[in-house]
Nanobody, 123 residues
Framework: QVHVVESGGGLVQAGGSLRLSCAAS????????MGWFRQAPGKEREFVAA????????YYADSVKGPFTIARDNAKNTVYLQMNSLKPEDTAVYYC????????????????WGQGTQVTVSS
């Protein structure tokens, strides 16, 4: 069992930045691919970014490639999502997830999910 808790969400103006954090506890953190997903009202949960177990590989949705950066600190059991140049369409609940599947882009690739943190970008 892995328990993950997101933090760092909030209200920001368009063009601003936020850094989300996800703290994990339970099993060995470095055994898991970590991913960020988001879900806007009325929409399906979508992939944002993922990072391999030791941070050597990162993956991004095309919509966030460039302004968003995912990173992890295995010593702190924490994964981060730095979000720059935010747009109103980035408004969503952001979820952190842990998994051991190769399908990093799919919700099916993750077994453990946090409760989410709200990000609201005003225009």
């Amino acid at each position: 069992q892995v328990h993950v808790v997101e933090s760092g969400g909030g209200l920001v103006q368009a063009g601003g930045s936020l850094r989300l954090s996800c703290a994990a506890s339970g099993r060995t953190f470095s055994n898991y691919v970590m991913g960020w997903f988001r879900q806007a009202p009325g929409k399906e949960r979508e992939f944002v970014a993922a990072i391999s177990e030791f941070g050597t590989r990162t993956y991004y949705a095309d919509s966030v490639k460039g302004p968003f950066t995912i990173a992890r600190d295995n010593a702190k059991n924490t994964v981060y999502l730095q979000m720059n140049s935010l747009k109103p369409e980035d408004t969503a609940v952001y979820y952190c997830a842990a998994g051991q599947d190769t399908r990093y882009w799919s919700t099916r690739g993750y077994d453990y999910w946090g409760q989410g943190t709200q990000v609201t970008v005003s225009s």
